[in-house]
């Protein structure tokens, strides 16, 4: 049986430009990730390296000797257990506070009907595109006028809702079927009880979408604990290694200590990250899908 050689002609050119295409997208694709990785593998390597070796070869990704005495100083040397103590109480009832009353909102803005909802809803959406450093001197003030300016209040009830949490929860429950709910009024449930029992159980992926994004934005918050606390006891992690990179340990770079103490400050939102990683990833897709 004869061959058709003018079509098999033709697919050896497009299957090979198919595999330089392919070969093309992954070489960037690599060299993307190498650019990415390579400055947290040169932050790991230094807080394994002694002070002279750090100082002399800082880009180099393999200690030379391996050492410890940068986590024995950041643990020993400096304040890190307080600052972690501090980040991990701010950052629970925030993240938390975040959750619950974001859900609220969102909620109230999505099924009740009341006057004034559009013009609430626009200002939210108008808040998320305030710079926050414009923001900076009037929570000074607010903090200040209140009484709560160098306390653990003025460094969670400010932050303790976000226009941005608002606006993703209105959005998922947008999304939601009006009649699921009416199926529960019908069996006696109030507004709620709704809330509660039947539609925040299916906003599952939008709310550890809302978990894994409060949980980050607050332990890594530093601009809000600049304005609201200056009592080095109620230091957070952020403006501790933030005190440590001004120089307030004294002369020399000190790259192992410093660098030691942002490994130890990356790794809990690294683990968060990595558990629910499923899960972010699926609900910016629902989220997506339904947009």
């Known amino acids: 049986m004869p061959v058709n050689t003018d079509r098999t002609a033709n697919r050896r050119p497009a299957d090979g430009r198919s595999l330089v295409s392919a070969f093309v997208g992954y070489a960037v694709l690599i060299f993307s990730a190498l650019v990415f990785l390579y ?13 002279p070796d750090a100082t002399a070869n800082p880009l180099s990704p393999i200690p030379h000797p391996v050492s410890l005495a940068g986590y ?5 040397g400096t304040d890190l257990p307080l600052w972690l103590g501090n980040s991990l109480l701010v950052t629970i009832i925030v993240t938390i506070g975040r959750v619950f009353f974001d859900s609220l909102a969102g909620y109230a803005l999505a099924r009740l009907r009341f006057r004034g909802r559009r013009a609430m809803f626009g200002t939210i959406v108008a808040i998320i595109a305030v710079p926050g450093v414009v923001l900076f001197i009037p929570k000074f003030l607010v903090l200040n006028q209140l009484g709560m300016y160098d306390s653990y209040s003025a460094l969670i009830l400010p932050v303790i809702v976000d226009a941005a ?8 429950f947008d999304s939601i079927p009006v009649s699921v709910e009416e199926a529960a009024r019908i069996d006696g449930a109030g507004v709620f009880r709704t809330f509660w029992s039947v ?14 994004m409060s949980f980050q934005g607050t332990w890594n918050e530093f601009p809000h604990s600049l304005v ?16 440590l990179v001004s120089g307030s340990l004294g002369v020399g770079t000190q790259y192992p200590l410093k660098l030691g103490a942002a490994v130890l400050a990356t790794i809990p939102v690294a683990i968060i990250f990595v558990v629910f990683q499923r899960y972010f990833i699926r609900g910016a897709n629902e989220g997506a899908e339904k947009g």
């Open 228 to 243: 609201a606390v200056q009592s080095p006891s109620l230091f957070t992690l952020p403006r501790g290694l933030a005190d």
């Open 199 to 212: 539609v925040l159980p299916m906003g599952r992926p939008a709310l550890i979408t809302l978990t894994i």
């Open 39 to 51: 400055p947290f593998v040169i932050q790991i390597a230094n807080s394994f390296k002694t002070e």
């Open 165 to 172: 949490g608002v606006f993703i929860m209105k959005q998922f």
């Open 72 to 76: 024995d100083r950041v643990f020993f």
